[in-house]
């Protein structure tokens, strides 16, 4: 029944079900939190009734608020596919120690287990995931906020039917630079990558030299638009997945849920998000009033002079945004 870390590897190795042991921060080197992980578990694809388990890292600051019913927690949950919650962990400077908040790294990335095989990996598979991860923490209500790709996992999450989710409520839903169709996101991307290359002939830049002129120019204007990369950024680049990327979910679109109502929804994206004002369009109509007879609250803003990483990028205006989002719809 132990928790130990496989430092070779960068992942957390549970024997034994979730919450085995608790591992707790140094108190000195910035808030509390606890780790562990929870089991998930995938059908072997070559060995008929044979089920694997795999560990799912998570994280929660503030866990003495856990239970908290006046103010319940958010989980986070990651994009990429398969970008490690590092980068999310600043988000924590924004809240105070009344509201815990959960992160969690994706089978395939960060301390989590990394299987090769990509039939391990799946959107259903990772919205399975974060069901177990909200069920082996018993959480009853929680707010639910996704940034990017992980924006997907938490829509999906939101609008499958909640007959079966009797123990525990989403309150609210951030979608945070979350594009609604992927494949109209990467050719956004492609587009603003081919408006650089111009630029850089008619600077009268060669061709074979560009490349990486374009990839830096692309990140300080429509990726992340501080000086330098932040620590946090480069730490979870550096922890990524190489299994499962982008190219496994190209055929992702966002359809309206046929059958249970949403939480509130808030849509946040960057002035200079490469997640465009045509990637979100499709949100657009999922909760329009005539999509939505249900009426659940939809609200968008667009933070000014950031891009894809507005919580790196203007840390207070971002903060002040979610802190709002899940006070008003904290009961």
């Known amino acids: 029944m132990a928790t130990t870390f496989d430092t070779s590897q960068g992942v957390l190795s549970n024997r034994g079900y979730a919450r085995s042991r608790r591992l707790f921060s140094n108190l000195n080197s910035g808030p509390r939190f606890d780790e562990d992980a929870v089991t998930v578990t995938r059908s072997d694809p070559d060995v008929a009734d044979k089920i694997q388990e795999f560990s799912l890292y998570y994280r929660v600051y503030n866990p003495s608020s856990l239970r908290s019913t006046e103010s319940p927690p958010l989980v986070v949950v990651h994009g990429g596919p398969s970008l490690p919650s590092d980068y999310l962990y600043p ?61 997907i996992v938490a829509y999906e999450y939101a609008k499958a039917d909640s007959r079966h989710r009797s123990n525990s409520k989403c309150l609210s839903l951030t979608l945070d630079s979350t594009p609604s169709n992927i494949e109209i996101s990467l050719q956004e991307c492609t587009r603003l990558e081919d408006e650089i290359k111009s630029e850089l002939v008619l600077e009268g830049k060669e061709p074979q030299d560009s490349s990486s002129t374009v990839q830096d120019r692309l990140r300080r204007r429509n990726e992340c638009r501080t000086e330098e990369m ?72 667009e933070m000014r002079n950031c891009a894809h990483y507005c919580h790196l990028e203007d840390a207070q205006k971002f903060g002040d945004l979610i802190k709002s989002q899940l006070f008003i719809n904290d009961y």
């Open 230 to 301: 932040p620590e946090s950024l480069v730490t979870a680049i550096e922890r990524r997945g190489t299994t499962f990327g982008p190219e496994a979910v190209a055929d992702y679109v966002a359809y309206p849920p046929s059958s249970c109502s949403l939480p509130p929804v808030l849509l946040i994206r960057g002035q200079y998000d490469f997640v465009t004002e045509k990637c979100v369009e499709g949100w657009r109509k999922i909760f329009s009033p005539d999509s939505n007879p249900r009426g659940n609250s939809y609200r968008e803003e």
């Open 91 to 151: 988000l924590i400077q924004q809240f105070p120690s009344s509201r815990s908040i959960i992160f969690y790294d994706q089978l395939g990335c960060g301390r989590s287990s990394q299987p090769e095989d990509k039939c391990m990996y799946s959107i259903d598979n990772a919205v399975h995931d974060l069901e177990e991860l909200i069920h082996s923490l018993q959480l009853s209500t929680f707010h639910l906020l996704g940034h990017s790709f992980g924006g």
